[in-house]
């Protein structure tokens, strides 16, 4: 039997060396009204733009993923085995929900074209460029792109902490599941109050509004 203890809090070393990641809350996955929307996902838009806000303030790279697949389905690959075609490009599918609408100073990986934020974008350079240790996780889908983002910065040697009321699964069930496995030796699985003393961004400035004059950084 393995005995490892859930992943602790004590994972994260240095604090100030943080990004807050927000994988794919874009149209297709988060509107009731799309194809494969996420059930419970328009209910984290308040959370992760209040959590966002807070890591704006302390300094903290935000950076969102997007996925999108050409028109074609040329990138498509055996998703299509899965699910219906999904976030084309030149439609609105892939672009951010309103309501976490990228701010001033934040960053886009665009052309995600695998459930993997890694897999064939910038992200990993970005991050090195601007010499991030830890990731904070929020966004869709839990069990799908969430947890296969997490487990490639696991072992890209990212320390990594899942934001439990700030992510959504295509059902309650794969929710806990995805959350369970990551808890063992990929991510520190808390909550956005956890996070906000962790990280340091204090009960109040993760719930306030606002933002930076920072440049916009959209990566391709």
């Given at each position: 039997?393995?005995d490892?203890?859930p992943?602790?809090?004590?994972?994260?070393?240095?604090?100030?060396?943080?990004?807050?990641?927000?994988i794919?809350?874009?149209?297709?996955?988060?509107?009731?009204?799309?194809?494969?929307?996420t059930?419970?996902?328009m209910?984290?838009?308040p959370?992760?733009?209040a959590?966002?806000?807070?890591c704006?303030?302390?300094g903290?790279?935000v950076?969102?993923?997007?996925?999108?697949?050409?028109p074609g389905?040329?990138?498509?690959?055996?998703e299509g085995?899965?699910?219906?075609?999904?976030?084309?490009?030149?439609?609105?599918?892939?672009?951010?929900?309103?309501g976490?609408?990228p701010?001033?100073g934040?960053?886009?990986i665009?052309?995600?074209?695998?459930y993997?934020?890694?897999?064939?974008?910038?992200?990993d350079l970005?991050?090195?460029?601007?010499k991030?240790?830890?990731?904070?996780?929020?966004?869709?889908?839990?069990?799908?792109?969430?947890?296969?983002?997490?487990m490639?910065a696991?072992?890209?040697?990212?320390?990594?902490y899942?934001l439990?009321?700030?992510?959504?699964?295509?059902?309650?069930?794969?929710q806990?599941a995805?959350l369970?496995c990551?808890?063992?030796v990929?991510?520190?699985v808390?909550d956005?109050?956890?996070?906000a003393?962790?990280?340091?961004?204090g009960?109040?400035?993760?719930a306030?509004s606002?933002?930076?004059?920072?440049?916009?950084?959209?990566?391709?």
């Amino acid at each position: 039997m393995n005995d490892v203890p859930p992943v602790g809090a004590g994972i994260i070393v240095d604090p100030t060396r943080t990004a807050f990641l927000i994988i794919d809350m874009q149209n297709d996955f988060v509107l009731p009204e799309a194809q494969i929307s996420t059930p419970g996902a328009m209910d984290l838009i308040p959370t992760i733009a209040a959590f966002a806000d807070g890591c704006r303030k302390r300094g903290f790279p935000v950076v969102y993923t997007r996925e999108m697949h050409r028109p074609g389905l040329e990138d498509f690959g055996i998703e299509g085995c899965f699910e219906p075609p999904h976030c084309l490009e030149g439609t609105a599918g892939p672009d951010i929900v309103a309501g976490l609408e990228p701010q001033p100073g934040d960053f886009v990986i665009s052309r995600k074209r695998r459930y993997d934020a890694f897999l064939g974008t910038e992200l990993d350079l970005l991050l090195r460029g601007l010499k991030v240790e830890n990731l904070i996780f929020a966004g869709v889908c839990t069990d799908i792109c969430v947890v296969n983002s997490v487990m490639t910065a696991r072992n890209l040697d990212y320390r990594c902490y899942v934001l439990r009321d700030a992510v959504d699964a295509t059902s309650p069930a794969r929710q806990e599941a995805a959350l369970l496995c990551l808890s063992h030796v990929f991510a520190r699985v808390g909550d956005t109050a956890e996070a906000a003393e962790l990280f340091g961004l204090g009960p109040k400035r993760a719930a306030v509004s606002g933002g930076t004059s920072r440049r916009l950084g959209l990566i391709g």
